[in-house]
């Protein structure tokens, strides 16, 4: 079966320090993987969405990036952190093409100080 | 805007009572999904309906779709405490694959 991990459960970071999540899916190959943040009392907004290793398609300009290194590895990022970068973190997978339901990770709360 | 709107945006019932919460969209969909949060957590996904299916059942769960009005409800029978959750419904429209466009969802307070 498919599992998806997501790390650390929780972070407090200052503003201007650098950021790095990790989602990892396990048991399915060539997965869509998404990161979607979701503020307090909100739907989800997503930023970026991958269809293969390398390929990444970003959904709102902010000073967040995402890499696919390895082909059910997603990474978020930032190299300065901003007090509107916290919230709720989620990384989801699908499989590949469209037309499927996500499985989400167990989230990340984020923040930043 | 693409997105999703849930209502109602709160609803509190009695155990034993259904709920039952609607979706509307704006623009020509694939498929219509339903997923619950618990607080804190990750989404987990409930029902799919697509674009050329009007009514879906899972246990205790039915859901309709509407293509002529874009819009979607989601209907939970019998509902227990356990319900209690936020619900979102999320959209794939057909100008834009892979990607689900979710609404600001509902908040299901159901009361023992």
């Known amino acids: 079966s498919q599992t998806i991990h997501q790390w650390p459960a929780t972070l407090v970071q200052p503003v201007g320090s650098p950021l790095s999540l990790e989602c990892t899916v396990e048991?399915?190959?060539?997965?869509?993987l998404y990161w979607y943040r979701q503020a307090a009392g909100r739907g989800l907004q997503l930023l970026f969405y991958?269809?293969?290793?390398?390929?990444i398609s970003s959904e709102v300009p902010q000073n967040l990036s995402a890499s696919r290194p390895q082909d059910r590895q997603f990474i978020l990022s930032s190299k300065k952190l901003l007090l509107s970068d916290s919230g709720f973190y989620l990384c989801?997978?699908?499989?590949?093409?469209?037309?499927?339901?996500?499985?989400f990770g167990p989230g990340t709360r984020l923040t930043v100080t | 805007s693409q997105q999703g709107e849930e209502d109602p945006q709160a609803l509190s019932i009695q155990e034993g009572e259904n709920a039952t919460m609607n979706c509307s969209y704006k623009?020509?969909?694939?498929?219509l999904q339903w997923y619950r949060q618990n607080s804190g957590r990750g989404l987990v996904h409930l029902i799919l309906?697509?674009?050329?299916?009007r009514e879906k059942h899972s246990g205790r769960l039915r859901v309709t779709l509407d293509t002529s009005k874009k819009s979607s409800s989601l209907l939970i029978t019998a509902s227990r405490a356990a319900d209690t959750a936020s619900y979102f419904c999320?959209?794939?429209?057909?100008?834009?694959?892979?990607?689900?466009?979710f609404g600001s969802g509902t908040r299901l307070l159901v009361r023992p």
């Open positions: 309906i697509r674009s050329n299916e």
């Open positions: 048991g399915t190959s060539n997965p869509n």
């Open positions: 991958s269809v293969g290793i390398g390929q």
């Open positions: 623009t020509s969909i694939n498929n």
């Open positions: 989801a997978w699908s499989h590949s093409g469209g037309g499927y339901e996500q499985y």
């Open positions: 999320a959209t794939e429209h057909m100008d834009s694959s892979y990607k689900l466009i």
